[in-house]
């Protein structure tokens, strides 16, 4: 029987099942796929598809001496139809429209985004914009001085007093926008802290606080004189003891303590105390018969003035002295 079967494929001139070979199968699977893949991208690729596109948008030709004051739309987003072997070969990179402003006029003016301004391929429909339309406020480009106003913080640290603070310049030069720089009343610095000066003059670089993107300054700081002075007070100082500067004699002082009057810093002042022997009665320059009328002297720390001493003058006699006086007084009452 396989014999007969084998004789009839002869005769109808099939091959036989030992004469095909792993290599032909494979060709033909191949080239069958081959044929599926074709059919697929052709018919999928006729059929209409849709997509958004992401639209460059380029103001071009702004007329000389005006400026766009509001922001504009970077991109568009355009919604387009067709085939979708076509819509998947746009490259959204290359896409872009002008937006033509040569002969505007200051004011605001409106640019309609009409489907023909994109340049897109043959057969590819756009179908909707966004936006519809773009909106241009132009306005002229102007120059002006504005005043500086200088902002502060903290406060001048205890004791001390401000006395100047003056700008260096007081007006900068600004250029932008007609309608913003008439609405700008003054040009704000960083603040300055009033707790970081010290007594003396100073001048500081402070920056100036930008007012907007489309304005621009001249400088980008300014100076600032800075005067700082101790504030000044006087003090009495009251029952301060007197000492007598002699190593060898003993001597009496009426009265014995004065009141004395300093004047300074506030700080300073008000922290002095006076020690033992500041304040005294020099015994070097007495000539003449005790008792003596001797001015005190006080020693102050540097940077305090004396204003006064009360009383001005005091007496000064030896205690030896004193004991002999004493003594002649009480001989004299016995004779009496």
Known sequence: MRLRRERDRRRKGLPSLKSISWVDVG??????????GLWMLVNLGERTSERTLRVHLEPQNVPAGLVITNPIPEYAEVRVSGSGLILSSIDEKDLRTTL????????????????????????????????????????RMARKSIPVRL???GEVRPGLRLTELALIP?????????SRIDALPAIVTAPLDLSTLRAG????ELPLIQPGDLIRLD??????????????????????KLQVRDAENIWRVTPDSVTVVVRGPEIEVRALELEPGA????????????????????????????????????ALAPIEDDRANGTRSKRTEKKT
């Open 27 to 36: 060709t033909w699977i191949a080239a069958f796929a081959c044929a599926v």
């Open 151 to 153: 902002e502060r913080t």
């Open 170 to 178: 007081e007006k900068v030069e600004a250029s932008g926008p007609q």
């Open 219 to 240: 400088t980008p700081e300014i100076r600032v004189r800075a005067v700082v002075e101790p504030i000044v007070i006087e003090r009495e100082l009251r029952r301060v």
């Open 279 to 314: 304040a005294y009665v020099a015994t070097d320059d007495l000539t003449g018969e005790a008792p003596h009328r001797v001015k005190p002297q006080v020693t102050l720390p540097e940077g305090i003035e004396l204003v006064r001493v009360e009383p001005a003058e005091v």
């Open 201 to 204: 003059t100073r001048q500081i």
């Open 100 to 139: 033509d402003l040569s002969g505007a006029r200051p004011g605001m003016v409106t640019y309609t985004l009409d489907p023909k301004r994109f340049e897109l391929p043959r057969k590819v429909e756009v179908t909707r914009v966004t936006p519809s339309q773009i909106t241009f406020h132009l306005d």
